[in-house]
């Protein structure tokens, strides 16, 4: 079942720019974390935050969570080509049988 | 050296058929999962297993059937196919049932015809 809704749903931007994407979920949560998809390929795991964590840094991402708002965003700075994919968000819910819940998604496109 | 490979990267069968999609971790990891995306993108959760114990078993059709012969190991098989049934099935890994980082699979495009 999706939980999680990303949004935009789609976001093109120009390479160097700043990209922003967030995430909704409805139940509390042990984590959330985001992973990238490229075309034709299977999802790659970039970062979780934990539930009593505010934000976290990787490289050019950096990652927010407001549990109050049950919401996440995930940021990259200094967009490039290779960055273009799609973006997926998951929530490991605390009533979670061990699995995850996932958005489905947000395209990102960069244009050089 | 690939983490997760599953194979065949690509099916394409008729209608019918039964086909196997085969999935192997070299992590060390306790967990395997099957997923299946859709069209639009979405990822639904098939099954799990931890150690060779089935963890989850979400509502699917029960011509599909996981066999897990050890933990490094977690094949699908599936009856009957359906036009239906056409997505890309992906495996993944974790470390444990806990739900942290997973690794996934490239993938397999299944095609009914």
């Known amino acids: 079942s999706q939980q999680g809704e990303e949004d935009p749903q789609a976001l093109s931007i120009q390479e160097g720019e700043n990209a922003t994407m967030n995430c909704s979920y409805k139940?509390?949560?042990?984590?959330l974390q985001w992973y990238r998809q490229n075309s034709g390929r299977g999802l790659v795991h970039l970062i979780l935050?934990?539930?009593n964590e505010r934000e976290k840094h990787s490289g050019r991402l950096r990652v927010t969570l407001d549990t109050s708002k049950k919401s996440s965003s995930l940021l990259i700075t200094a967009s490039r080509a290779a960055d273009t994919a799609s973006y997926f968000c998951?929530?490991?819910?605390?009533?979670?049988?061990?699995?995850?819940?996932w958005g489905a998604g947000t395209k990102l496109i960069i244009k050089p | 050296d690939t983490a997760v490979s599953q194979t065949p990267k690509y099916l394409v069968t008729q209608m019918g058929n039964d086909k196997s999609i085969k999935c192997e971790q070299n992590?060390?990891?306790?967990?395997m999962y099957w997923y299946k995306q859709d069209s639009k993108k979405f990822l639904k959760i098939m099954f799990s297993?931890?150690?060779?114990?089935?963890?989850i078993n979400e509502t699917v059709p029960n011509r599909f059937s996981p066999k897990s012969p050890d933990k490094a190991h977690l094949n699908l098989h599936i009856n009957s196919l359906e036009l239906g049934d056409s997505a890309v099935y992906f495996c993944?890994?974790?470390?444990?049932?806990?739900?942290?980082?997973?690794?996934f699979g490239s993938g397999t495009r299944l095609t009914v015809v």
């Open positions: 993944a890994s974790s470390q444990d049932r806990r739900v942290r980082g997973y690794t």
């Open positions: 992590l060390g990891h306790d967990t």
């Open positions: 297993y931890n150690n060779k114990e089935l963890i």
């Open positions: 139940t509390s949560i042990n984590n």
């Open positions: 935050i934990r539930s």
């Open positions: 998951a929530t490991a819910p605390m009533d979670s049988n061990y699995q995850l819940i």
